[in-house]
């Protein structure tokens, strides 16, 4: 099931977002050409029509293997791998860890034992991402508040 809302997630990701869906990219410089000429005409209709500013490079398509040699891709991609390790380790190992005799190094915990520290791990997980997406929306929102007035 979280392979499907994952897998569901960097579709639609891939499809719509700004950055990596070259249609919406075309349609948006289309529109800024036909508001800067606009814009132009109305300012002065017996000047000629040259951009106002220089055209920007065509997006270039690397492939995979240029992908693989970037930098920034294997760091983002080894961060991720890292940080997905530890958690499956954490959830598949903390459990076996608890309920593990004091004598082999474990916890002794019983199964009630164990719950209750997943729940409070869990509440603690919750509470740290809300905090944590609410301060990095208000900062967007503040952002974007100066860039417009």
């Not at 349609?27 to 209709?45: G, V």
């Not at 409070?120 to 809300?130: I, K, P, R």
Request: aromatic share 8%; with cysteine; glycine share 6%.
């Amino acid at each position: 099931m979280c392979a499907i809302i994952g897998y569901s997630g960097f579709t639609i990701g891939f499809l719509y977002f700004e950055e990596t869906a070259p249609h919406i990219i075309a349609e948006k410089r289309k529109r800024l050409e036909r508001e800067s000429e606009s814009l132009l005409q109305a300012s002065n209709p017996t000047a000629s029509l040259a951009p106002a500013t220089p055209e920007p490079p065509p997006i270039r398509k690397i492939g995979m293997l240029e992908a693989i040699n970037d930098r920034s891709v294997v760091t983002s991609i080894g961060a991720y791998s890292l940080t997905a390790f530890t958690g499956i380790m954490h959830d598949e190992l903390y459990v076996i860890w608890a309920v593990s005799d004091l004598a082999r190094g474990g916890l002794s915990f019983s199964s009630q034992d164990v719950g209750l520290t997943l729940t409070c791990a869990g509440a603690f997980l919750v509470v740290s991402q809300v905090r944590a997406v609410a301060r990095s929306l208000t900062d967007s929102l503040t952002d974007c508040r100066h860039m417009l007035f």
